[in-house]
C-alpha cells in the first residue's frame, strides 16, 4: 500500500479487479497520477496466497465448508471452499436484499474478484453488437467490432491467452498462445462432433492461462488451484500484472479498505469533482479530488455508488437523466445441459489437471439456416472430460476392507460434462434499487435486487438440454444424464448492464466511449456498460473497453474536453 501525500490527483479509478487494474495500468502508463480505491482489505501477490501449496489434507475440514460457512455466507459458500475462502466477502458481514434469488459472488480485496475468475476469454462479434437493434430490444449498441478489434488485440497480447483460431463470423479469432491441449477423449467427442454437424465444432476453451513463459510470468503448472492465486504468475490477475505494471511507473497511490459513498458533483462546472470514501475499518471519511474518474467497482456496486450519490441536479443518482441506472440488469442463464459416459480408452489417461475445457460456440440464430422459433438469441456450450476418481467412484463401489480400497485405485469411465452459456435479454424490470430504511454496518443503504428470467431465456435452457443430450448420443456416450438446475440468477458471476451504453442520453448512460452522457468526466468500464449480454464470458470484453476509454479519457484531457 502507498499512502497518499495529496488528496488531488489526476485521476480516480474505484477498484482493483479485472476492469480496475486495467484502468490504473492505462492511465498510470499514460503520466497520470492515479489513485485506485480498493473497499477490501490489501492482497500481496504470492505472498498472501497462503493457501497455493496445501494439500487437501492440511486442510482441518479437508476442503469441506463448514455448517458455520453455510450460515454465515449461504451465497459465496455455494462457490467457495476451505483453500479459497478468503478471497470471497461473509454474507452476514455484508448483507443485500433478494426480491428474487439471486447470488450476488463478490470478493472484497485488492485484485476483486481476478483472483478467482473462471479465466476464459471470448471476444463479442457483430452478431452481438447489431442484436438489439435488429431484434427491436432495449437499446442499440453505441459500438461495433470494428471498434472494438483492435483493443481485443492488444488486451490479448498483454494478458496471454491460450486458444485456437477457428474462422467463425460468431466468434472472432484472435492473438493466442498454444492452446491447452484435449485429453482422448475430448479429442474424441470433438472429432465425432464434426463428423456429425456442420453447424458446430468443438474447440479449446480460450483461457487466460499462459501456455509459455511471457514477460517474467512462468507458464501454466497444470495445478487446477488457480483461485487460491497462482504464485507463477501463470493466469492473469490484477495483482500479477496490471498493478505492478501501474506501480512500477511511479504513479499508483493504491489505498485499500476505502468505501465510495459517493461520487461528488459541481453542478456550475457539470464535472464530477471527487470522491467521498469511509475507511472500512475506522469509518473516517475522506474527500480526493480528481479530473477524470474511472467507476470500475463491479456492476452492482458501481451502480449502487452512482444511485446514492445524489445532489441538486441528479435528485436520483449521478449521471441518470435517463432514468436507467440500476435497471437492465443481465446474467448468463446456466444450470442446463447433460452428462455422459464411454465405455473407451481404458488404457489412457492424463498428466496434471488441466484448468482448460471444451467449447462449443454459438450454433443457434446465427443464419437463416439455424434460427429457432421458440426463442432469440443464443448460447454457447462449454464442457470438461475426464476419468472418474475415487470420490467419483466409491458410492459406487461394492466391496470392504482392503478389497474395496484396491477398487477405488482404478480409475472409473471417462465421462464428458456439457452445459450451457444463455444469453439473457436485457429486461427494464430486472434491476438494483437502493433501501434507504435498512443500513448495512457502514450507514450505506442496503442494495435491493430484483431479477426474473422469462420466456425466452426458459425456452433457450429447452433447447441447452435437448441439444446436449443429443450431441452426447449422436457420439456415442451412454448412462447419459440431462439436467436443468434451478440455480439462481447472478451464478455465472457475469452481472452486467446496470449504467449501458448507448446512442441516445434519453435512453442510457453512456456513450460510445464509456463516458456518462451527462457527467463527462466520468467513465464506466466494468460489466455495468455492457448493453447486451452476449453468449460470451465478458471479462476480456471489460479490459478492451476499458483500454479504449482510457486511451480516449487521456485524449480528451489533454485537449481540455473533460
Not at 89 to 111: A, C, L, M, S, T
Not at 417 to 442: A, H, R
Request: hydrophobic content about 35%; proline content about 5%; charged content about 25%.
Amino acid at each position: 500500500m502507498q499512502a497518499p501525500k495529496t488528496n488531488t490527483f489526476d485521476a480516480i479509478v474505484v477498484g482493483s479487479g479485472i476492469s480496475g487494474g486495467w484502468a490504473a495500468k492505462e492511465l498510470c502508463e499514460n503520466g497520470l497520477k492515479t489513485l485506485v480505491l480498493e473497499r477490501g482489505r490489501n492482497v500481496e501477490h504470492v505472498k498472501d496466497y497462503h493457501t497455493a501449496f496445501k494439500n487437501p489434507w492440511d486442510f482441518t475440514h479437508r476442503l469441506n465448508n463448514t455448517q458455520k460457512d453455510r450460515e454465515d455466507c449461504p451465497v459465496q459458500s455455494q462457490v467457495f471452499d476451505e483453500g479459497n475462502k478468503h478471497f470471497f466477502v461473509n454474507d452476514k458481514e455484508h448483507p443485500y436484499i433478494q426480491e428474487n434469488p439471486f447470488n450476488w459472488i463478490r470478493g472484497y480485496q485488492v485484485g476483486g474478484r481476478s483472483l478467482t475468475w473462471g479465466r476464459q476469454c471470448y471476444r463479442l462479434s457483430d452478431l452481438d453488437f447489431e442484436a438489439n437493434l435488429k431484434d427491436g430490444i432495449a437499446v442499440d449498441w453505441p459500438i461495433r467490432y470494428n471498434d472494438i478489434a483492435p483493443w481485443y488485440s492488444y488486451v490479448e497480447k498483454y494478458v496471454g491467452i491460450s486458444g485456437r483460431n477457428e474462422g467463425l463470423s460468431q466468434l472472432p479469432d484472435g492473438e493466442f498462445l498454444p492452446h491447452i491441449e484435449f485429453n482422448c477423449i475430448e479429442d474424441f467427442f470433438a472429432e465425432n462432433i464434426k463428423k456429425s454437424y456442420q453447424d458446430r465444432l468443438v474447440t479449446p476453451s480460450r483461457m487466460a492461462n499462459l501456455t509459455e513463459a511471457k514477460d517474467g510470468r512462468g507458464p501454466c503448472q497444470y495445478r487446477n488451484l488457480c483461485s487460491r492465486g497462482c504464485p507463477f504468475s501463470a493466469y492473469f490477475s490484477s495483482n500479477g500484472v496490471t498493478l505492478p505494471a501501474a506501480m512500477n511507473t511511479g504513479n499508483l497511490t493504491l489505498v485499500p479498505n476505502a468505501i465510495v459513498v459517493e461520487v461528488m458533483y459541481d453542478k456550475e462546472k457539470k464535472r464530477a469533482t471527487g470522491v467521498r470514501v469511509m475507511d472500512a475499518i475506522t469509518k473516517e471519511v475522506t474527500v480526493y479530488y480528481s479530473k477524470i474518474i474511472f467507476l470500475n467497482a463491479s456492476t452492482i456496486a458501481t451502480a449502487s455508488i452512482l444511485l446514492n450519490s445524489i445532489s441538486e441536479a441528479f435528485p436520483n443518482g449521478l449521471g441518470n437523466s435517463s432514468g436507467q441506472i440500476g435497471h437492465n440488469l443481465m446474467d448468463h442463464n446456466t444450470g442446463a445441459g447433460a452428462s455422459g459416459t464411454y465405455e473407451g480408452f481404458d488404457d489412457k489417461y492424463y498428466f496434471g489437471r488441466s484448468p482448460g475445457s471444451i467449447h462449443i460456440p454459438r450454433f443457434r440464430n446465427v443464419n437463416v439456416k439455424t434460427q429457432q422459433k421458440d426463442f432469440i438469441r443464443g448460447y454457447g456450450v462449454q464442457g470438461k472430460g475426464e476419468r472418474l476418481s475415487w470420490n467419483d467412484m466409491y458410492a459406487r463401489t461394492d466391496g470392504v476392507g482392503s478389497n474395496f480400497k484396491d477398487k477405488l485405485t482404478q480409475p472409473g469411465p471417462w465421462e464428458i460434462w456439457l452445459g450451457g452459456w444463455g444469453e439473457t435479454l436485457p429486461y427494464f424490470e430486472n434491476k438494483i434499487v437502493l433501501d434507504k430504511t435498512k443500513k448495512d454496518q457502514w450507514g450505506l443503504p442496503l442494495v435491493s435486487i430484483s431479477f426474473e428470467y422469462q420466456d425466452n431465456e426458459k425456452a433457450m435452457r429447452k433447447d441447452i438440454t435437448a441439444s446436449c443430450k443429443e450431441m452426447l448420443e449422436k457420439s456415442g456416450f451412454t448412462n447419459i444424464k440431462p439436467f436443468d438446475y434451478p440455480k439462481p440468477a447472478g451464478s455465472a458471476v457475469h452481472e452486467m448492464g446496470t449504467a449501458r451504453m448507448g446512442r441516445d442520453a434519453k435512453t442510457s448512460v453512456l456513450n460510445g466511449n464509456n463516458q456518462m452522457h451527462d457527467v463527462p468526466n466520468v467513465f464506466i468500464t466494468d460489466g455495468s456498460c455492457m448493453t447486451s449480454s452476449a453468449t460470451q464470458n465478458p471479462s476480456l470484453t471489460y479490459m478492451a473497453l476499458t483500454a479504449r476509454a482510457c486511451a480516449f479519457a487521456v485524449d480528451a484531457l489533454t485537449k481540455g474536453d473533460v
